[in-house]
Nanobody, 129 residues
Framework: QVQLVESGGGLVQSGGSLRLSCAASGRTFSRYAMGWFRQAPGKEREFVAANTWSGGTVYYADYADSVKGRFTISRDNARLTVYLQMNSLKPEDTAVYYC???????????????????WGQGTQVTVSS
C-alpha cells in the first residue's frame, strides 16, 4: 500500500506562484511514475504533469499544453517527494490538485489517469483575478 499526501495548496492572486508537494511511501519510490492531475468544479479530472522513470537515473517530464512553460514537476527521491512548482498562475488554474503514483511497471501513457495505482486526497488551489 502506498500513501500519498499532498500539501501546499491555497489562495493566490493571478500571476502568483505556489509549490505543491506530494509525500509518498514505498521503498521503490525512485521507480514510480508520478503524476499531477486537477479537477475544477463541474469538470472532469485532467492531466497536468508527469515525471516518469526511464531507467537508471533518467527521468522524463511531460506537461499539459495549458501549463507548459509555467509549471515544473520535479522529484526528490531521498525525500520520497514530488513537487509541482506553479508560476504565472491564472484563474483557470483553480482546481483541486491530485498527486498520483504508478508503482508497477513503466507506462507510455502517463497522461491517462487510469495508468495510476494510488491517489492522494487532493489539495485546493484557488487563483483570484
Amino acid at each position: 500500500q502506498v500513501q500519498l499526501v499532498e500539501s501546499g495548496g491555497g489562495l493566490v492572486q493571478s500571476g502568483g506562484s505556489l509549490r505543491l508537494s506530494c509525500a509518498a511511501s514505498g521503498r521503490t519510490f525512485s521507480r514510480y511514475a508520478m503524476g499531477w492531475f486537477r479537477q475544477a468544479p463541474g469538470k472532469e479530472r485532467e492531466f497536468v504533469a508527469a515525471n516518469t522513470w526511464s531507467g537508471g537515473t533518467v527521468y522524463y517530464a511531460d506537461y499539459a499544453d495549458s501549463v507548459k512553460g509555467r509549471f515544473t514537476i520535479s522529484r526528490d527521491n531521498a525525500r520520497l517527494t514530488v513537487y509541482l512548482q506553479m508560476n504565472s498562475l491564472k484563474p483557470e488554474d483553480t482546481a483541486v490538485y491530485y498527486c498520483a503514483a504508478r508503482v508497477w511497471g513503466r507506462t507510455q501513457q502517463a497522461r491517462k489517469s487510469e495508468e495510476y495505482d494510488y491517489w492522494g486526497q487532493g489539495t485546493q488551489v484557488t487563483v483570484s483575478s
